[in-house]
């Protein structure tokens, strides 16, 4: 009996995407192949390794035991293939990131930009992804969150200064409705709120002022699950943004939309990119960590 590498990989995939459909993306074949290819790891081991039902996939007791045995000591094989990037002239490989939208525009996709053009010859896959994923699972090099959504044990590297968030609305909207002038008054205004993945929860508007902290959970006409659409909302008029200030600080300037609240806008640490502890990394996440580092132009070190 001959087990072939690719069986395990695939095997793995659907273990860990407890799902044939996710699975099959992940590995770019097509969900028939690789139920094929699971149907002939069982028939060749004899055994049953997955519970398939009309809506989810797990693992038996047996594939349970077989997949804690393989995953690991192939995560092992594919990091010291990485490690052997360092015996070539140009460093090499694929890293792949996970990152929220707003944190991905501002400041991580200019860094890749310049990055990639300086190495040719690594590439970058970047997963847009609001959601606290579990960035060693999912086997992503690194994710980038705000600060103080980092888990201890992860390695972090600051690579944004401090941000403040800003509540703006269109010169028409306060003219017509007025202006808050303390958090509570939100609830007399139509705003527009950012779903969460996580738990699918609203997002709360935190606010501090004095030591005095306040968290609002707003009501409004339009939710988006993306920042970029919330601005765009705000810019058509429907009601009042809670956003990063860098997003709206020219529409401010150009007078499109106006800021409330300001004063209770403090500022908290801005975007990291974390990664696991390991003793090795591979020599191109090393120069992708170093340049994420380095402030984009007009920044403050």
């Known amino acids: 009996m001959k087990t072939k590498l690719n069986d395990l990989i695939a095997f793995i995939a659907v273990a860990e995407e407890e799902s044939f459909t996710r699975a099959a993306a992940r590995l770019s074949v097509s969900q028939s192949a690789l139920s094929h290819t699971i149907k002939g790891l069982e028939e060749r081991l004899g055994l049953r390794l997955l519970t398939r039902t009309t809506r989810s996939v797990s ?107 800003a509540v703006v609305a269109t010169p028409a909207y306060f003219e017509k409705f007025g202006k808050p002038v303390e958090p509570r008054e939100l ?12 738990y699918g929860r609203l997002l709360v508007w935190d606010f501090e002022k004095d030591g005095h902290d306040v968290n609002v959970r707003v009501e409004g006409q339009f939710t988006a699950n993306k920042s970029s659409f919330i601005r765009d909302a705000a810019l058509q008029g429907i009601g009042l943004a809670y956003v990063p200030e860098d997003m709206v600080l020219e529409d401010i300037r150009e007078g499109k939309l106006e800021r409330v609240l300001e004063p209770w806008c403090d500022v908290f640490p801005g975007y990291y990119l974390y990664f696991p502890n390991r003793s090795q990394y591979s020599p191109a996440f090393s120069l992708f960590v170093e340049a994420m580092r380095q402030p984009l132009s007009g920044e403050q070190e």
Do not use: Q
Not at 109 to 125: C, G, S
């Open 187 to 198: 609830s007399e205004h139509n705003c527009i709120n950012l779903r969460l993945p996580t």
């Open 59 to 165: 693992l038996t007791e047996i594939g349970r035991k077989l997949y804690d045995s393989v995953a690991p000591r192939l995560t092992e094989i594919e990091s010291e293939l990485d490690s052997l990037n360092a015996l070539k002239d140009s460093p090499a490989g694929t890293i792949r990131i996970s990152t929220a939208e707003h944190a991905a525009r501002a400041f991580v996709w200019p860094k890749i930009v310049a990055f990639m053009r300086e190495y040719p010859d690594i590439n970058i896959e970047m997963t847009i992804d609001y959601s606290l994923t579990d960035i060693v699972a999912a086997k992503y090099d690194g994710g980038v969150r705000l600060g103080e959504s980092v888990e201890k044990d992860m390695i972090a590297v600051s690579i944004s200064p401090t941000m403040r968030m």
